[in-house]
């Protein structure tokens, strides 16, 4: 199938160092946020996710952080690898269903 | 334990035609939703049901539909295929479908409309 990661900013860092994505998120009422990666030709996978009354989670390698005064997210990925190239979409849940709203994406390039 | 599975994988349609995306999610979920990805808009929400119930409908026309089954499986339905229809349709599940659930993602049907 095609490419659904075209025309996408991109992120270029190289295999060791730490990668910064950034999100601006729209609705102030959004309560639950998660961050997913997508590989080409594949569905999205779950990263790690973020509830509104917390600032800062960590999982393996990855942190997210929170921002609500400015509607900003962000996901940190230490020590990147050449198998965390991908796509990066973070979303923003509405509550009350499973309705998602998706940012743009990123696309982030890890060079060995 | 299985993932969220979607079938067909890939397909081919002809303008005007109709399509049938079929999708069974993770085993106990019961919430499950429809994104259309595409490279000029992205992943766009198409609708999301539980309990056999359409809770939530995002800004498609009506040509596309879906349903969902007691067994919690989905299908969604394209009629009058349009060349603007071409995308990758992702169904994904959650246990409740209530904020703060964790979604998970199939790998989607790649359709194109020729």
């Known amino acids: 199938g095609e490419s659904v990661g075209l025309h996408l900013p991109t992120l270029s860092v190289q295999e060791g160092d730490n990668s910064i994505i950034n999100c601006a998120y729209s609705?102030?009422?959004?309560?639950?946020f998660i961050w997913y990666k997508q590989e080409s030709g594949k569905g999205p996978q779950f990263i790690i996710d973020?509830?509104?009354?917390?600032d800062k989670r960590q999982g393996q390698r990855v942190t997210v952080l929170l921002n609500k005064t400015v509607k900003h997210l962000s996901l940190q990925i230490a020590a990147t690898q050449p198998g965390d190239s991908a796509v990066y979409f973070c979303?923003?849940?509405?509550?009350?269903?499973?309705?998602?709203?998706f940012g743009k994406g990123m696309k982030l390039t890890v060079n060995p | 334990k299985a993932g969220v599975t979607q079938t067909p994988r890939y397909l081919i349609k002809t303008r005007g035609q109709q399509v049938t995306l079929s999708c069974s999610p993770i085993?106990?979920?019961?919430?499950v939703s429809w994104y259309q990805q595409t490279p000029g808009q992205g992943l766009q929400f198409l609708f999301e049901?539980?309990?056999?119930?359409?809770?939530n409908k995002g800004n498609f026309p009506g040509r596309f539909s879906g349903r969902q089954f007691s067994n919690s499986r989905s299908e969604m339905n394209v009629s009058t295929l349009e060349l603007g229809d071409s995308a990758l349709y992702l169904c994904?599940?959650?246990?409740?479908?209530?904020?703060?659930?964790?979604?998970?993602f199939g790998e989607g049907s790649w359709l194109t409309v020729v």
């Open positions: 994904a599940s959650s246990f409740r479908g209530l904020s703060g659930n964790t979604i998970y």
């Open positions: 609705n102030s009422a959004s309560d639950y």
């Open positions: 973020i509830r509104s009354n917390m």
């Open positions: 979303a923003e849940n509405q509550g009350g269903s499973e309705k998602l709203v």
């Open positions: 085993s106990g979920h019961r919430s």
């Open positions: 049901y539980f309990s056999e119930t359409q809770r």
